[in-house]
């Protein structure tokens, strides 16, 4: 007799592949106006595109890097070895399997604007390297923590997301930050899968902004961000699971209303807006007690807030009522 055993991270490593294929289908099922309605055998295959060979020979940010290390942040472990860390990744635009690093080549990342509005005191646009020059780049290591239950240990390079807030000047009544990532199905074949809510967005309060942790990313290992990892500017949010660390930013909008995100439309009780890492709540089909090292595939517990609650859990007194951490 098959007894199906809930072995949380088990369950979740063995199924990794078929976890995809499983949301696409309810994805597709909801755009289609099916609800949680599935169809056994459906499949989600969509043909997708050869990337076209669009690699810049060079980044013209190269020169920046590396930057000096912050010393503040401490990792409780070694750092993860890049040949595994940049070529494991989730970027959906470019398909929901780990190995889309060569597709993502097609991504060009110059010119690259980042538009800043809504509730700010006058809108902006800004090419990625007059930002670069603005902002006080550094370097810092940080734990990542995917909602799936892998994690790696990354030196990012970047600068503190409240030093764009100074750039970008929100008004008193912005209450939230709403972040797209670029749109364009010509170069993204996963966005030719209609039924997922392009353009990726994702959100923080102005507080979990401002906070010393939340930082915007431009390289790591000493060098510009491959395209693969979300270049060339993503936000990173090491208390979090991985999902709420956008990649490839467009668009930064200030606004007092809480921003819906995409895997909120895919799967919101899967998935919600806050999304801090808690070993104790368990993903409603898997465990979150431990989690996978990418690269050496060590097995070890995961810590509450991912190990930086002394940053970051102020942040959520008085908001016991809300979904903190799903
Ligand atoms: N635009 C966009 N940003 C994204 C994603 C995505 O699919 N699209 N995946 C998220 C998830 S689930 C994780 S774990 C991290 C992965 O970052 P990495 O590939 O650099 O490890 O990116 C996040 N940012
Ligand atoms: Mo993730």
Same mark, same amino acid.
């Given at each position: 007799?098959?007894i199906r055993?809930n072995?949380?991270w088990e369950l979740r490593?063995?199924?990794?592949t078929?976890e995809?294929v499983?949301m696409e289908r309810?994805?597709?099922?909801?755009?289609?106006g099916f609800g949680?309605?599935l169809?056994?055998?459906?499949?989600a295959a969509?043909a997708s595109?050869a990337?076209e060979?669009?690699?810049?020979?060079?980044?013209?940010?190269a020169?920046l890097y590396?930057?000096?290390?912050?010393?503040?942040?401490k990792?409780?472990?070694?750092?993860?070895?890049?040949?595994?860390?940049?070529y494991?990744?989730n970027?959906y635009?470019?398909?929901s399997e780990?190995?889309i690093a060569?597709?993502?080549?097609?991504?060009k990342?110059r010119?690259w604007t980042?538009?800043?509005?809504g509730?700010v005191?006058?809108?902006?646009e800004?090419?990625?390297?007059?930002?670069?020059?603005?902002?006080p780049?550094?370097?810092?290591?940080?734990?990542?923590r995917?909602?799936?239950?892998?994690?790696?240990?990354v030196p990012?390079?970047g600068f503190p997301?409240?030093?764009?807030l100074?750039?970008?000047?929100?008004?008193?009544?912005?209450?939230?930050?709403?972040m797209e990532?670029f749109?364009d199905?010509?170069?993204a074949s996963g966005q030719?899968?209609? %039924?997922?809510p392009?353009?990726y967005?994702?959100?923080v309060t102005?507080a979990?902004? $401002? +906070? *010393?942790?939340? !930082?915007?990313?431009?390289g790591?290992?000493?060098k510009?961000m491959?395209k693969?990892?979300?270049?060339?500017?993503?936000?990173?949010?090491?208390?979090k699971y991985?999902f709420?660390?956008?990649?490839?930013?467009?668009r930064v909008?200030f606004?007092d209303k809480?921003?819906?995100?995409f895997w909120?439309?895919?799967?919101?009780?899967?998935y919600?807006f806050?999304?801090?890492?808690?070993?104790?709540?368990p993903?409603?089909?898997?465990?979150?007690?431990t989690?996978?090292?990418i690269?050496?595939?060590?097995?070890v517990p995961t810590?509450? %807030?991912?190990?930086?609650?002394e940053?970051?859990a102020?942040?959520y007194?008085g908001l $016991? +009522? *809300?979904?903190? !951490?799903i």
């Amino acid at each position: 007799m098959l007894i199906r055993r809930n072995r949380g991270w088990e369950l979740r490593e063995a199924a990794a592949t078929p976890e995809a294929v499983f949301m696409e289908r309810r994805a597709l099922l909801k755009a289609m106006g099916f609800g949680a309605l599935l169809i056994p055998g459906m499949t989600a295959a969509i043909a997708s595109d050869a990337a076209e060979d669009a690699k810049d020979s060079t980044d013209p940010s190269a020169g920046l890097y590396p930057v000096k290390r912050n010393p503040h942040y401490k990792l409780d472990r070694p750092l993860t070895d890049p040949k595994y860390s940049e070529y494991y990744n989730n970027f959906y635009e470019f398909g929901s399997e780990k190995d889309i690093a060569d597709a993502a080549q097609a991504l060009k990342i110059r010119p690259w604007t980042i538009k800043i509005d809504g509730m700010v005191e006058k809108p902006l646009e800004i090419g990625i390297d007059d930002l670069l020059k603005k902002m006080p780049l550094e370097e810092r290591l940080y734990r990542h923590r995917c909602v799936e239950a892998w994690s790696m240990a990354v030196p990012w390079s970047g600068f503190p997301m409240s030093a764009f807030l100074a750039l970008a000047k929100p008004l008193s009544s912005a209450k939230y930050v709403r972040m797209e990532t670029f749109l364009d199905a010509s170069v993204a074949s996963g966005q030719k899968q209609f %039924w997922y809510p392009w353009p990726y967005v994702e959100g923080v309060t102005i507080a979990e902004a $401002g +906070n *010393e942790l939340a !930082f915007m990313v431009t390289g790591m290992y000493g060098k510009p961000m491959p395209k693969q990892d979300g270049a060339p500017l993503r936000l990173v949010l090491p208390w979090k699971y991985g999902f709420k660390s956008i990649k490839s930013i467009v668009r930064v909008s200030f606004t007092d209303k809480q921003p819906v995100t995409f895997w909120q439309t895919v799967q919101g009780d899967e998935y919600g807006f806050w999304a801090n890492v808690n070993p104790e709540v368990p993903h409603p089909r898997w465990s979150q007690e431990t989690e996978r090292e990418i690269g050496t595939d060590k097995r070890v517990p995961t810590l509450k %807030w991912n190990g930086y609650g002394e940053f970051v859990a102020h942040l959520y007194d008085g908001l $016991g +009522n *809300e979904k903190l !951490f799903i």
